[in-house]
């Protein structure tokens, strides 16, 4: 019967040009597809996720990374040179390694180069929180335990005056306590969410069903309300913000960043950018906040939202930080935290081995399986 209607889901998803994924975390967010026409049915059946090179693109020169072999950087060139053979048959279109600091191998997929683009769903999550954290410091916000009616004063005219008592610590930890099932029944609750007239309106009327801060659900709409309270604190678009205090400092010019119909950024899942640009985030966070030589987000943001603060779903996904998956991974069991969206869209990042890895792709059915790659290949090619 499950498998019945997760037909009938799919297919009423292809016939309204939207699939959602079916995995956890595979929340039924739009494939990305940034700046491409609709593929006909002789171009083949796989939709693109990304924006198209121009044909013999020029060589680009970056400014902010350094390129090297991976034998320089203590990994086997061979092994990820097996990866590249077997990536062809999967729905991956760009998987970026960087060690040490340094960009050591790339793969994109035919059509595609590092100048395409690419939605990258939840991993957007990531990046508000380091918007947080920068805001916190900054003082535009004052404490993490603040009420979040503090923020958005229309948390008071909710009929459930208990809704008062959540924080904006419940909203980067998922404990709000606000009915959200994003994953198991995708349709009812995300689905309703993206077509409401006002977001912020349809996050907060859904019903308490428990006391903020003791149960995890994973909810992109809780995000979105962290993205509204951070406007309001700071007095501009998040979108503004990121690129004042984010993507500008990084040197991110890829980026754009969609927003909900009142004009508030998408916190929870709309950033669009390359994946050069999404590996800066992984670098950033393992060199504690620094950019070339710049403090971009406080080092004790960055501890703090990568160590764990729940058990998450209590799956495979792992545990969870400040709007960060943390778990280990390989036969050594490597810490990693990473950013994680639907359809396959990664930002890994291995402390103990200096590793960023960012892979993109479209994968509606499994979201995990694009993971296969870092685990089975990159991490394997590591020579300690």
């Known amino acids: 019967m499950k498998k019945c209607l997760a037909l009938l889901c799919t297919l009423a998803m292809l016939l309204t040009g939207c ?3 079916t995995e956890r975390e595979a929340t039924p967010e739009t494939p990305a597809a ?3 026409e609709s593929s006909s049915q002789e171009e083949g059946p796989e939709p693109d996720l990304g924006q198209e090179a121009d044909p013999e693109p020029e060589p680009e020169e970056s400014l902010d990374w350094e390129f090297d072999t ?3 950087h203590g990994m086997d060139g061979a092994v990820l040179e097996r990866m590249h053979e077997a990536l062809p048959d999967a729905p991956v279109y760009a998987v970026v390694t960087v060690r040490d600091g340094v960009i050591v191998d790339e793969y994109y997929r035919e059509g595609y180069d590092e100048t395409s683009v690419y939605e990258i769903h939840s991993c957007s999550k990531s990046f508000t929180s380091a918007l947080f954290g920068i805001a916190l410091e900054e003082g535009d916000i004052e404490d993490i335990h603040d009420p979040l009616w503090n923020y958005l004063p229309q948390v008071l005219g909710q009929e459930d005056t208990r809704k008062q008592d959540i924080t904006l610590e419940h909203l980067l930890t998922h404990t709000s306590g606000l009915e959200w099932d994003e994953w198991d029944e995708p349709v009812s609750t995300w689905w309703d969410f993206r077509s409401s007239a006002n977001w912020v309106d349809f996050i907060l009327g859904r019903e308490l069903v428990s006391e903020p801060g003791s149960a995890f659900a994973y909810s992109t709409g ?3 309300l962290l993205a509204a309270a951070l406007e309001n604190a700071t007095g501009k678009s998040l979108a503004d913000y990121g690129q004042e205090k984010l993507f500008g400092p990084l040197g991110m010019e890829s980026v754009s960043w969609g927003s909900d119909p009142q ?7 709309g950033l669009v950018m390359n994946a050069r640009d999404a590996a800066k ?5 393992l060199d504690g906040g620094m950019w070339q030589g710049e403090q971009i987000v406080p080092t004790e943001w960055v501890e703090e939202s990568t160590t764990v603060k729940n058990n998450g779903e209590g799956d495979g996904t792992g545990s969870y930080g400040y709007q960060w998956w943390i778990r280990s991974f390989g036969a050594q069991g490597y810490r990693c935290y990473y950013a994680f969206g639907a359809f396959g869209q990664y930002i890994l990042a291995v402390p103990d081995l200096d590793l960023v890895v960012v892979i993109t792709s479209f994968s509606p059915q499994d979201s ?6 870092f685990t ?3 991490l394997p090619a590591c020579v300690e």
């Open 19 to 21: 699939l959602p994924g």
């Open 34 to 36: 940034v700046g491409t």
């Open 70 to 72: 991976p034998e320089n």
């Open 222 to 224: 809780g995000t979105h």
């Open 263 to 269: 004009g508030i950024t998408d916190g929870g899942n």
């Open 281 to 285: 985030l992984g670098q950033l966070y």
């Open 368 to 373: 995990y399986a694009p993971r296969r790659f």
């Open 376 to 378: 089975e290949y990159i």
